[in-house]
T-cell receptor
Framework: EAQVTQNPRYLITVTGKKLTVTCSQN?????MSWYRQDPGLGLRQIYY???????DKGDVPEGYKVSRKEKRNFPLILESPSPNQTSLYFC?????????FGPGTRLTVL | AQSVTQLGSHVSVSEGALVLLRCNYS??????LFWYVQYPNQGLQLLLK??????LVKGINGFEAEFKKSETSFHLTKPSAHMSDAAEYFC???????????FGAGTRLFVKA
């Protein structure tokens, strides 16, 4: 079954404590992306990757890092989380038929 | 540069009534246009997309959308609303390949019995 998985699904953390949200897809897609969803703002792209070792900034990259060492995985890293990064995060994998979204990670930074 | 505007953050219709969710876009390149649906506590699911060719696009669950270049619009419609259609809907635009996609703010659809 084609799917995009994210872990963890829910996370509460404190300001400044580094965290990583993992994303994995089993469809062999080259392109993957991270979004955050906030009320009234829709989804905003954080980073995207067009292939292994190829990443680029989206619209709201500040405070985030990503890596793409292998095609299936695209982790999102928050080196020093802050409360304004409290949000719902979605990873997506793209093919010619559209984007496949993960189930989301709800992050709360206290 | 690309942008998407969804008119109306909330739309309420009666069951069986027409659903119309409005989306206008701007794009400096020929756009790819998408509608996604998000049910509570779930990720986004693709409803339909327009890339090239026929401007009337049919999607899942009886939804369709028409690309009108002259109006820069891609409104989503469904002839008869069902209770299960209650969700949040997002319009999105991208260039060829869909690499950089811009989403609208979303429209929450309420369906009254």
């Amino acid at each position: 079954e084609a799917q995009v998985t994210q872990n963890p699904r829910y996370l509460i953390t404190v300001t400044g404590k580094k965290l990583t949200v993992t994303c994995s897809q089993n469809m062999n897609h080259e392109y993957m992306s991270w979004y955050r969803q906030d009320p009234g703002l829709g989804l905003r792209q954080i980073y995207y990757s067009m292939n292994v070792e190829v990443t680029d900034k989206g619209d709201v990259p500040e405070g985030y890092k990503v890596s793409r060492k292998e095609k299936r995985n695209f982790p999102l890293i928050l080196e020093s989380p802050s409360p304004n990064q409290t949000s719902l995060y979605f990873c997506a994998s793209i093919s010619g038929t559209g984007k496949y979204f993960g189930p989301g990670t709800r992050l709360t930074v206290l | 540069a690309q942008s998407v505007t969804q008119l109306g953050s909330h739309v309420s219709v009666s069951e069986g009534a027409l659903v119309l969710l409005r989306c206008n876009y701007s794009s400096s390149v020929p756009p790819y246009l998408f509608w996604y649906v998000q049910y509570p506590n779930q990720g986004l699911q693709l409803l339909l997309k327009y890339t090239t060719g026929a401007t009337l696009v049919k999607g899942i669950n009886g939804f369709e959308a028409e690309f009108k270049k002259s109006e820069t619009s891609f409104h989503l419609t469904k002839p008869s609303a069902h209770m299960s259609d209650a969700a949040e809907y997002f319009c999105a635009v991208s260039g060829a390949g869909g690499f950089k996609t811009i989403f609208g703010a979303g429209t929450r659809l309420f369906v009254k019995a």
